[in-house]
């Protein structure tokens, strides 16, 4: 049994009492039969992306612009967003006639920038970060609507975790929440603990993104030194005072994921609900499915929160891509194998009766040939096995499932390698997506080296990346590391990388 502090306990009638359905709707808990089966447990989904603005964000803005003092409103209020909780208040503010002025990154896509722009709000695009826009946001001289770390916020949010419990036909065994700033799983904590002591409450977050995660590990609020964006809804560095305080005493652990897992979640749950949800909104199944694997649960309740449905159409094809590895339902493989007639044949033997979902071949060297394959598995045993068989074939091969390199650039590099030494370093640097970002790169590196390779790839959020190989000479290495410095961007040196000399 869960006895809330005096404080806590008082978060109930406040997340009873709010003005949220003044403009969100009370969205369904539906059973999910496809994942259900899948899994060996009853799978339920809380449907968030259904919401007027397809995200839950709203029901905190809203419900904190209708506890306001309506004469600081009458001024206007203020938020700094790139998505989700700027079109929350846009549209609450637009219900109560109040004007809003959002800030929002100028790496921002423009179909995010629009959406707001339709609700009625001002849009001021400033700075490349969410902290560059919190910190011109917090400049003007109006009501700030706080993303998470406000009680009216959070009490909104917690109407999720309230909707749940009275809406399913059984007590759940366990709810997750995706961990942004961590309003919404200290909301939903709150109310689920309240009405279900029994039911358990787990956060999850990318392990780019673990600001709650290492928080509750330290005992204290961590500020996170680099942020992944991939899950861009949750892409926040550091947690809330009031979330955290909340979460510390409530939630009972939080699961961290990789991009892959929450690209598959994106898949499976299309699978089920023909719903496409955004990365940040199928967080919480990828850490339901993470969970059923560690602990090898059957049987039991669970639900995950759909979070929000702002999908920018460019992420599904990198989503698409790497959900078969998500899902452990590809495994891609770099082969050499002799450069002569039958060996694609003996190969093929060699990886049998499976279904080849990418074969990468560019003629290079008259005497060996360097193929880059993907091929769909049933689990991690078959993959092992691909590997053996190809091996005792005699082909020299690598596997290449866990490499992020080869997934995200060489598999469309293959082909490429030089016909001479040319004395390369290769950098991978995380780009921000936005003019001039290209012309910044090139002339903060200066003129006097030539490159070699390049290769990008925009997952459509507001970072690319990039794969640059360049001739340095050795005398000017040290030189070149302190430009790639004071370039400001995050860089990662790949020369020595397996599959890089295998293709390139």
């Known amino acids: 049994m869960i006895v809330l502090s005096p404080d806590l306990e008082s978060y109930l009638p406040r997340i009873r009492s709010t003005a949220v359905y003044n403009v969100a709707r009370r969205t369904a808990t539906e059973f999910a039969p496809v994942l259900s089966q899948r899994l060996g447990n009853r799978v339920w989904l809380k449907r968030e992306d259904q919401q007027p603005v397809f995200s839950f964000k709203l029901r905190g803005a809203y419900n904190f612009l209708a506890k306001a003092d309506p004469a600081l409103l009458a001024k206007g209020v203020v938020a700094a967003s790139a998505g989700n909780h700027a079109q929350g208040v846009a549209l609450g503010a637009r219900i109560l ?68 419990i009275e809406d399913m036909p059984v007590t759940p065994d366990a709810v997750f929440v995706p961990v942004g700033g961590g309003g919404l799983l200290a909301g939903v904590a709150l109310a689920v603990k309240a009405l279900s002591p029994s039911t358990k409450v787990y956060g999850v977050e990318p392990v780019d993104a673990a600001a709650m995660y290492h928080s509750l590990e330290s005992g ?20 809330g005072e009031e979330t955290f305080r909340i979460c510390q ?38 850490g339901l499915k993470e969970c059923v694997k560690t602990t090898k649960a059957s049987e039991l309740n ?15 094809r990198h989503i698409s891509e790497r959900a078969q590895i998500g899902d452990r339902r590809e495994a891609i493989f770099a082969v050499h194998i002799p450069e002569r007639p039958g060996a694609f044949v003996q190969l093929c033997k060699a990886i049998g009766n499976r279904p080849v979902t990418e074969f990468n071949y560019r003629f290079g060297n008259p005497d060996q040939a360097t193929v880059f394959v993907g091929i769909e598995i049933i689990d991690q045993k078959d993959r092992e096995q691909i590997m053996f068989n190809m091996q005792t074939s005699g082909f020299d091969s690598i596997d290449l499932t866990e490499d992020e390199l080869a997934k995200t650039h060489i598999r469309h590099m293959v082909g490429g390698r030089a016909s001479q030494d ?22 903060g590196l200066g003129a006097g080296w030539n490159i070699s390779l390049f ?44 599959s890089l000399k295998f293709f390139l």
Do not use: M, W
Request: proline share 4%; aromatic share 8%.
């Open 97 to 164: 006639g109040v004007k809003a002025t959002i800030v929002v990154p100028v790496t921002t896509p423009s179909v995010k920038v629009e959406a707001i722009r339709r609700l009625g709000a001002d849009v001021i695009l400033h700075g490349e970060t969410y902290d560059e826009a919190f910190a011109r946001a917090k400049e003007f001289d109006l009501v700030f609507v706080h993303p998470y770390d406000d009680a009216d916020v959070i009490a909104g949010q917690g109407t999720v975790g309230l909707e749940l």
């Open 220 to 239: 204290e609020r961590v500020r996170l030194d680099t942020v992944g964006l991939f899950a861009d809804g949750v892409a926040v560095r550091q947690v």
């Open 249 to 286: 005493e409530l939630v009972d652990g939080v699961i961290l994921v990789e991009n892959d897992d929450i690209c598959a979640a994106v898949k499976e749950v299309f699978e089920d609900r023909r719903a496409v949800l955004e990365p940040s909104g199928a967080l919480a199944y990828a």
């Open 302 to 316: 669970l639900v995950a929160i759909a979070s929000g449905a702002n999908l920018n159409f460019d992420r599904l």
């Open 422 to 443: 040319l004395d390369e370093r290769f950098v991978h640097v995380d780009f921000p997506e936005r003019p001039g970002a290209l012309l910044k790169f090139l002339t």
């Open 455 to 498: 290769h990008y790839r925009n997952h459509g959020t507001d970072r690319g990346r990039v794969l640059a190989g360049i001739q340095i000479p050795i005398e000017d290495r040290d030189l070149f590391n302190q430009r790639l410095t004071d370039l400001g961007y995050t860089y990662t040196e790949v020369t020595d990388q397996p």
